[in-house]
DNA sequence: TGGGGTCATAAGCTGCGCTTGTGCCCCTGA
DNA sequence: TCAGGGGCACAAGCGCAGCTTATGACCCCA
């Protein structure tokens, strides 16, 4: 597996523009940013940094490996991040449950920005279905829950931090593809699909949204999975928004039409009720919105 | 910076149902295996497989963090295919020269499903704009080439492999971003936009469609510090819908229609006219193809 | 009841990447 | 004109992480 470790410090030294200021950031020694570079370019046969006495900049090559390794380095940071807030910290300064959803696709990153902005804040993340968030909260177990679709209890307060948009998915060779108009909701109920196991939020807000669906065709443990198999044509597949776009972008899977259906959802921040939100619970429900509103 | 090795490995177990299994597909021992996993478990503090003397499955912790894991290790591997194909291997089966956009979108992926597909095929991959990849294969520079925009010259024969289209991107708080409507073509000719150096094809592109251009308001060298330019609003920007698909799902970015303009594009595969595609460019270019039309 | 499968543990070795220390080069400013 | 500082490169030595090998414990099934 690749060590994203010099990638790193490539992005730092393009950023700062100087390879001491980049061994500064990551608490090591210039020869070591030197040696790290050096021989990634020596494994690419190719030279990534235009060294001057005034600094470095990033040669054509290199700027493409960046924008590469922006991405994994990205990934990589939201991983650690979201494993980090696993841990069960008794010292969590912020407890916070999630649905999976949220957990899955908008909290690492914001803890990302939670980390960058106030590295002080510990995080404890727990992740459990809708109902099970708005029931820790209230009972203290947790200081902000994050929901999928509207208030769950009359006790907590809430802010919409996010939307989403549940898209039918199938492959770019299925039948359904080629449809301009789409598919009736009739026709989408009668079909199996591709679903998680313990059906999720997910399914129950469909389900609430179409009526009874077939028996699934097939059950999968991770969203990943279910998109895999959606894309070798096993069955089409509902799933958030937040998990298809990028294939979407690129082509692997198409997204078709449920006419007369609004799927959009959206995600929350919840609290009880008449407590104001304040601290890091705070912080991060103020991070999360920005992200949205600018 | 995360090691991802043992999150690659534990995604391998999770796939195969064993550490021993899991072992042998990384050429290491099941004792390396299992002491990784441990390390993990032992730094996250919760288990993450649920181990029986049939065999091991992942724990619903255990799930969540494969499906962060899953987009590290993606994004790495895209990484490490691409960074591959850049070392100036004179042995390279199939050389590649690329536009921007597909080298840094939509290539890497491809070559890590060429990797698993073909082993045996080296490639080498050179970033050029469109004009100068046409000219590459024509010269028989490259095997293959990847163009932005209808077929260069009349000497190629080409295939489209994937579309795109550009968007028009603000921060969620900008004016723009509530308009429903859109904005016309003339608003967007006067407004100064942030732009990448060097305009590459998708600057071309774009003045081909809606005419000269405003002075930049910012010239930046890589597409995530335009990203990071108009989140932070700075100003708009044009950009691929490869690009921006994440952050238009997260809410970063807004898309903004455009009214009466049509920036489709299509990304096409091109070599020389009248010479069938044979061997590595076969594969690739069927490879691509197959991710769109299933 | 033994054989094949699972995972865990212990001991020993290897090699990678760090630090420290130094050298060279270029620009700047007194 | 020359000293100083900031830039990067090179060499020597060390420490530790993670591997392998070898073995043990457990469970299931024939």
């Known amino acids: 597996m690749v060590d994203l470790g010099p990638y790193d410090v490539l992005l730092s030294v393009a950023e700062l523009g100087s390879m001491g200021r980049a061994a500064e950031r990551h608490g090591v020694t210039q020869a070591a940013v030197s040696a790290r570079i050096r021989s990634l370019e020596g494994a690419l046969g190719v030279t ?22 922006r991405v994994a380095v990205d990934a990589a940071e939201a991983l650690d991040a979201g494993v980090t807030s696993i841990r069960s910290e008794q010292a969590a300064r912020l407890r916070v449950a999630a649905s999976l959803t949220v957990a899955e696709y908008l909290l690492p990153r914001w803890l990302v920005a939670l980390r960058t902005e106030h590295p002080e804040t510990s995080v404890s993340l727990s992740s459990r279905n809708s109902t099970d968030v708005a029931a820790d909260v209230l009972a203290g177990a ?29 492959a770019p060779g299925h039948a359904w593809a080629s449809r301009r108009r789409g598919i009736d909701a009739e026709r989408l109920r009668a079909t199996p699909l591709v ?48 998990a298809v776009a990028g294939e979407l972008a690129v082509g692997t899977l198409v997204a078709v039409h449920v006419v007369g259906l609004d799927l959009d959802r959206r995600l929350a921040a919840v609290w009880p009720r008449g407590r104001p939100l304040a601290g890091p619970a705070a912080d991060l429900v103020g991070l999360a919105t920005r992200r949205r509103e600018g």
Request: aromatic share 4%.
């Open 142 to 170: 947790a200081d902000l829950g994050f929901v999928e679709g509207p208030a769950v209890s009359d006790d907590l307060d809430a802010q919409v931090v996010a939307r989403d948009r549940l898209t039918l998915v199938v």
């Open 48 to 69: 990534l940094l235009e060294r001057s006495p005034r600094g470095t900049r990033l040669t054509p090559h290199g700027a493409l490996v960046a924008d590469w390794a």
């Open 195 to 242: 679903a998680r196991e313990h059906g999720s939020g997910t399914r129950a807000f469909l389900e609430h949204s179409v009526g009874a669906l077939a028996e699934p065709a097939l059950e999968l443990a991770s969203t990943t999975a279910i998109k895999g198999a959606v894309a070798a044509g096993v069955a089409p597949a509902v799933l958030s928004s937040l």
